[in-house]
């Protein structure tokens, strides 16, 4: 079973530029979330999709970041436009059932350099 | 106060060792932890999670969760020098987010 893919593995941009990562989560699995780990600190929660639609963006830092999952399988997080400030390496996971007990697995990440 | 607090380590154990990583939450709405590995630049990788008071066993791995003390931890067996990483401690509390913590670096030397 092939795990949670994401896409892509690095990107350099300039500041005001526009950049989209992509996630794809575990095959059937509803819901997925979005993390985000900036130099030094913490992985922090950004957002959480069940299915296409979206349960929980408390963490999303602002209006800058948009996060979609048409027809409920992969997701984009775009971020436009970027800031140095959003560097740092973003994650995605997906879980089967959602809840305070699942298990939810990680992708690789996607380390985002703002220059 | 950080909700989710680990020693950054590194923590250096010889080879055959127990590793002891220890971990404090400061919510105590949380319910479930989870333990997971992470490899300098590789996803994290989930090992270990716990759900009730006590001592949870996997092969190599224990987790103990104490909830009156706010206290989670993760004991390795045996330790080899593959199981040198970062160890990431993460909860949930309210909805369905992890709160980590800041992760602690596991050295072990053959």
């Known amino acids: 079973e092939a795990g949670v893919t994401q896409f892509p593995s690095h990107s350099v941009i300039e500041k005001g530029q526009t950049v989209t990562l992509r996630c794809d989560p575990i095959s059937g699995h509803d819901n997925l979330y979005w993390y985000r780990r900036v130099m030094g600190k913490e992985i922090k929660f950004l957002l959480h999709?069940?299915?296409?639609?979206?349960?929980?963006e408390s963490g999303m830092p602002n209006n800058r970041f948009l996060a979609e999952r048409t027809g409920g399988t992969y997701s984009t997080l775009k971020v436009q436009p970027a800031e140095l400030e959003d560097s740092g390496v973003y994650f995605c996971?997906?879980?089967?059932?959602?809840?305070?007990?699942?298990?939810?697995?990680f992708g690789p990440g996607t380390r985002l350099t703002v220059t | 106060q950080k909700e989710v607090e680990q020693n950054s380590g590194p923590l250096s154990v010889p080879e055959g060792a127990i590793a002891s990583l220890n971990c404090t939450y400061s919510d105590r709405g949380s319910q479930s932890f989870f333990w997971y590995r992470q490899y300098s630049g590789k996803s994290p990788e989930l090992i270990m999670s716990i759900y009730s008071n006590g001592d949870k066993e996997d092969g190599r791995f224990t987790a103990q969760l104490n909830k009156a003390s706010q206290y989670v931890s993760l004991l390795i067996r045996d330790s080899q020098p593959s199981d040198s990483a970062t160890y990431l401690c993460a909860g949930y509390n309210a909805g369905n987010m992890l709160t980590f913590g800041g992760g602690t670096r596991l050295m072990v030397k053959p």
């Open positions: 996971a997906s879980s089967l059932l959602g809840g305070g007990s699942d298990e939810q697995y």
């Open positions: 999709f069940v299915k296409e639609s979206k349960q929980d």
